[in-house]
């Protein structure tokens, strides 16, 4: 099971960026996929997370509004669109995936994918 993650790089605050989790070994229909990030001193943060079968997502408070997760069980992608952001999304994000349902726990998620940098400054 490899889960790639991409998209990242340096955007302007109120600037967008999508993310990509392009996820292969598995049948992507029947798991959950999560975005975590991690700031430098702090810990890892559940940002987003898509049940199986295009089931029940969250979003964490300081993203609802602005960030959107979804997937696409054709391409074994799933997506993060992030509109608005903030020099505080300033993290690595990560993707990572456990089966069925969504969890916020960083610990529940067993495969986990490098992760892809979002700088955002002026």
């Known amino acids: 099971v490899q889960l790639q993650a991409s998209g990242g790089g340096l955007v302007q605050p109120e600037g967008s960026l999508r993310l990509s989790c392009a996820v292969s070994g598995l049948t992507l229909p029947n798991y959950a996929i999560a975005w975590f990030r991690q700031a430098p001193g702090k810990e890892r943060e559940g940002v987003s997370c898509i049940s199986s079968t295009d089931g029940p997502r969250y979003y964490t408070d300081s993203v609802k509004g602005r960030f959107t997760i979804s997937r696409d069980n054709a391409k074994n992608t799933v997506y993060l669109q992030m509109n608005s952001l903030k020099p505080e999304d300033t993290a690595i994000y990560y993707c990572?995936?456990?089966?069925?349902?969504?969890?916020?726990?960083?610990?529940?998620?067993?495969?986990w994918g490098q992760g892809t940098l979002v700088t955002v400054s002026s």
């Open positions: 990572a995936t456990r089966w069925r349902w969504c969890s916020r726990i960083h610990s529940d998620f067993d495969r």
